[in-house]
């Protein structure tokens, strides 16, 4: 798992938001070398409606 500053993350924000949603792979925020947050892909939903009850909400 990468990780990043916090200070970059922030001026370099969309294009990493992008990056790991192409990647697939989490990325660890720090601030001062300790982890703060983690930036992680979200869910898709499958596309398939059968045995899916509240797809639409």
């Known amino acids: 798992m990468k990780t990043m500053p916090a200070a970059k993350f922030k001026a370099q924000c969309?294009?990493?938001m992008n990056d790991v949603r192409t990647t697939r792979e989490p990325m660890v925020i720090t601030k001062k070398g300790?982890?703060?947050?983690?930036?992680?892909?979200?869910?898709?939903?499958p596309r398939d409606i059968f045995g899916c009850l509240n797809c639409g909400t």
């Open 14 to 16: 969309l294009k990493i």
């Open 34 to 45: 300790r982890p703060v947050a983690k930036l992680v892909p979200a869910e898709t939903r």
